[in-house]
Antibody, heavy 119, light 107 residues
Framework: QVQLQESGPGLVKPSETLSLTCTVS????????WSWIRQPPGKGLEWIGYVYHSGTTNYNPSLKSRVTISVDTSKNQFSLKLSSVTAADTAGYYC?????????????WGQGTMVTVSS | SYELTQPLSVSVALGQTARITCGGNNIGSKNVHWYQQKPGQAPVLVIY???NRPSGIPERFSGSNSGNTATLTISRAQAGDEADYYCQVWDSSTVYVFGTGTKVTVL
């Protein structure tokens, strides 16, 4: 059974870059889309983007200019970088997987990690 | 961009049926997925591709999708069904989009 675990700093200063890593265990990072999804406190879910094991990416148009998602197949990890953060980027960040077809659901989720943007 | 609208809250009596709607332009032409999220936990997939249940999800959860509305139905509601529920689709312009979320309260 594939499991996902997010890791990274819980506090980031405004204007800096938020960096998170998701480690995939119990299976290979190949053959799936690996996504980042966030949820501001008390609010709904927002898809940030995904990476395929080949390195192919797709981003939410509203965040595209600030987002980079990459994959390290040797470590079975994928990562999120979100630049020029503001308080509006304070949220719980989840990594999730889906089959590599557009109509597929997010069937496996990490437990999530809270990131606060504050000086 | 594509938008999905859900009621803010739905209340249901213990043992009765709750219906949560998800509205979107011609949503009936898309595959709709539903997630359950309990406080402090990650979302869990409860219905995929309109009406399919993943392994381990009770038969009490069912889904339908037609026209401009998709519906998640919870039959014989239990206290453990209290949670936030989100619909989700894929759209060529917005890619993956989630609904606004519905808080279900079991009375």
């Amino acid at each position: 059974q594939v499991q996902l675990q997010e890791s990274g700093p819980g506090l980031v200063k405004p204007s800096e870059t938020l960096s998170l890593t998701c480690t995939v265990s119990g299976g290979s990072i190949s053959s799936y889309y690996w996504s980042w999804i966030r949820q501001p406190p008390g609010k709904g879910l927002e898809w940030i983007g995904y990476v395929y094991h080949s390195g192919t990416t797709n981003y939410n148009p509203s965040l595209k200019s600030r987002v980079t998602i990459s994959v390290d197949t040797s470590k079975n990890q994928f990562s999120l970088k979100l630049s020029s953060v503001t308080a509006a980027d304070t949220a719980g960040y989840y990594c999730a997987s889906s089959s590599p077809t557009p109509s597929s659901p997010f069937d496996i989720w990490g437990q999530g990690t809270m990131v606060t943007v504050s000086s | 961009s594509y938008e999905l609208t859900q009621p803010l809250s739905v209340s249901v009596a213990l043992g009765q049926t709750a219906r949560i709607t998800c509205g979107g332009n011609n949503i009936g032409s898309k595959n709709v997925h539903w997630y359950q999220q309990k406080p402090g936990q990650a979302p869990v997939l409860v219905i995929y591709r309109d009406s399919n249940r993943p392994s381990g999800i009770p038969e009490r959860f069912s889904g339908s999708n037609s026209g401009n509305t998709a519906t998640l139905t919870i039959s014989r509601a239990q206290a453990g069904d209290e949670a936030d529920y989100y619909c989700q689709v894929w759209d060529s312009s917005t890619v993956y989009v989630f609904g606004t979320g519905t808080k279900v309260t079991v009375l």
